[in-house]
C-alpha cells in the first residue's frame, strides 16, 4: 500500500507588509504581520515508486504549478528517487491575496520531508 498524507494548506491575511530594502540577489526584505484564517486548501501527497511527480485532478490548472516546482526542486536537492501524485482541492480563493499558492507550495514540502522521511 502506498503512503499517503492529507494536510491543510491555511490561508493567511497580511495585516501589514512593507517593503524595507532590496538586497544583492534581487529579493526585498520585508515587514510584516500576517494572521492564519480558517480557510484552508487540502492537500494529498500519495507516495510513487517510479520518481514521478504529477497533478492529479488539475485540469483548471496547469501540470507545472507550485505545488510541482516545489516538489521536483525538493527531489533534486535530496536526490529522492521517490516521487509523488499531489491532489489538491482548492477552497482558498485564486488571486486574492490570501497567500493559497505559497501555503499549497510550502505545505507540500512539509509533506514530502515527512512521506519520503527526509528528516
Known sequence: MRALFNLP???KINWFLHVT????????????????????D???????DDGLIRRIGADELPQDDLCV????LLQQ???????????????????????????DAATVL??????????
Request: charged letters at 20%; hydrophobic letters at 35%; aromatic letters at 8%.
Open 9 to 11: 494548506a491555511p490561508a
Open 21 to 40: 530594502g532590496k538586497r544583492p540577489d534581487g529579493y526585498h526584505t520585508l515587514q510584516t504581520v500576517f494572521q492564519f484564517i480558517d480557510w484552508c
Open 42 to 48: 487540502t492537500l494529498d501527497l500519495i507516495q510513487r
Open 69 to 72: 516546482r516545489a516538489a521536483r
Open 77 to 103: 536537492a535530496t536526490q529522492c528517487e521517490s516521487g509523488v501524485d499531489i491532489h489538491l482541492r482548492k477552497c482558498i480563493p485564486q488571486q486574492a491575496g490570501l497567500g493559497g499558492g505559497s501555503s
Open 110 to 119: 512539509i509533506g514530502l520531508n515527512r512521506l519520503w522521511r527526509l528528516d
